[in-house]
């Protein structure tokens, strides 16, 4: 029995001091996880009050103006006549630099002339081709630009005309009004 008690007390003292042996060398291990949250960028641009960025818009109305003339009825388009109309975009809700893109046509009548175009009541530019491109880099401050598009009926005395008189009249007779086809496209500026 002696030898049972020796063996015994091998194996308690054994056990002890492995035990502090693996306390002084033991592995600390720890787990963790988070996750991450990004916010997306506002991209929401309003034409004339207009969400755009929804699909749901197709058209836009655009109410121009006519610089009254003593000559002619008021509000009303003939040769020598000037005008303009305003796009008022929100930009209050986009986060990003964009580029502007608006293609103007009138192709139906060639002396009805888009002249130029100012924005935020600055400079008129000349338009060129019927072609606004524009850029625009992200400013928090930025909540709205007015573009003003200026267009002219030019007369058959202006060396810029290509229509006489009889052809004025005959388009006048044949259409109650005419259209002036603004497309607008906002996209993202990527570097």
């Known amino acids: 029995m002696k030898k049972r008690v020796k063996i015994l007390i091998v194996f308690v003292a054994l056990a002890f001091s492995l035990s502090i042996i693996s306390t ?3 592995r600390y291990v720890a787990d963790a996880n988070g996750d991450v949250a990004l916010t997306f960028a506002k991209w929401q641009i309003l034409i004339n009050n ?3 960025t929804s699909g749901n818009v197709e058209s836009i109305d655009i109410t121009p103006t006519i610089v009254e003339n003593d000559n002619v009825a008021s509000g009303k388009l003939a040769p020598s006549s000037l005008g303009y109309y305003d796009i008022e975009i929100d930009v209050s809700n986009v986060e990003t630099s964009f580029d502007m893109h608006i293609t103007l046509d009138n192709e139906d009548m060639a002396d009805l002339r888009i002249s130029g175009y100012s924005i935020n ?3 008129e530019i000349e338009i060129e081709d019927g072609q606004i491109d524009e850029s625009f880099d992200y400013d928090e401050d930025l909540e709205t630009i007015n573009i003003r598009i200026y267009f002219e009926w030019y007369d058959v005395d202006d ?3 290509e229509m006489s008189n009889e052809d004025d009249t005959s388009f006048v007779n044949a259409n109650e009004e005419i259209t002036i086809t603004t497309n607008l496209s906002f996209e993202q500026k990527i570097d």
Do not use: H, L
Request: charge should be negative; aromatic fraction near 8%; charged fraction near 35%.
């Open 121 to 123: 009541d600055g400079e």
């Open 24 to 26: 002084t060398y033991s």
């Open 50 to 52: 207009e969400d755009i």
């Open 159 to 161: 060396s810029n005309s």
